[in-house]
DNA sequence: CTGATTTTGGATTAAATAGTCTAAATATCC
DNA sequence: GGATATTTAGACTATTTAATCCAAAATCAG
């Protein structure tokens, strides 16, 4: 459904916005350590994220990532745009370039149903609904370790 | 959401399927100059299926590609995974390996809904029903060239 | 100010996907 | 049987995505 890239970049911004209330700054190199995600790597989608004014970073001893706004206001398909783009939302079900309501392909108004709910899921999720639901137990991040 | 491949793959199918009823075969050139695919990459794409037995091929003039089966026995899920295979189906939204129903990441049950009704939809969707749309002009497919 | 720590940015490599080319095999028609 | 038309198979190139490496810039702590 998406890019590598953008599964650790939504991956790597709930780690930050789980410790968002303690009011430092993550370093890439634990959000790559306690995330498993290949550090140099990280470090591109991040600095991506930060050109989007998704995250804010600080350089030097205590530097780091943070959110650049409250968890309530970030929703995950923010994350998704700045990385890979919004052509799923709008791309047919079979690749037909010219297809659209007024040109249907065979599975188009099927298909649009369910793209359209994907995009909607992604749109109201905000970081706050993911973090509340990691602390109190319902899911869990990677491989569920102790917050 | 799928391959190139994959989208090439469903066109040249969907494209034989329209025109099964003539009883004869659809060479690979006729496909790939009507829906506008390179030649020489959709002769790898239609092997596949030909191997996953969705197809039959024929050499020499008069060759071609036929369906295996009529098209009402034949669905889209079938070509997707002959090509894409089904990763996409059982996948995390934002690529956790170990999300599952017991270890569920933050967005795996609203996600999981609407990844499901993706499946069913091509799970259900046969490729006779597709060219019933595209010949009552309900749909198109590519150029919307006439039949 | 100095040294340590961290992000930034660019260059580079690796792997996967997309696309091309050509020769061989096979079937049809005369 | 011979010419022709078609798929098959493999090698090859190109592009995109994934991942690595390192030096430079910035920041904090002492």
Redesign the pocket.
């Known amino acids: 459904m998406f ?6 970049g939504l991956q790597a911004i709930i780690y930050i916005a789980l410790h968002f209330s303690e009011g430092k ?7 790559a350590d306690e995330q498993e ?8 989608i ?2 991506l994220l ?2 989007h004014k998704l ?1 804010i ?9 943070s959110l650049s706004r409250p968890p309530e206001e970030i929703t995950l398909i923010e994350v998704v745009e700045a990385i890979d783009g919004l052509d799923m939302f709008t791309q047919c079900g079979i690749g037909f370039k010219k297809c659209d309501d007024n040109h249907p392909c065979p599975i188009h108004h099927d298909y649009k149903v369910v793209r359209d709910r994907i995009q909607k899921l992604f749109e109201t999720k905000t970081l706050l609904e993911l973090t509340e639901d990691v602390k109190s137990g319902e899911s869990i991040v990677s491989l569920g370790k102790a917050l």
């Open positions: 890019s590598t890239s953008c599964h650790y700054n993550i370093s890439l190199t634990e959000i995600i290949p550090r140099h790597f990280l470090s591109k991040l600095q930060v050109k995250l970073s600080m350089k030097g001893p205590t530097g780091g990532f």
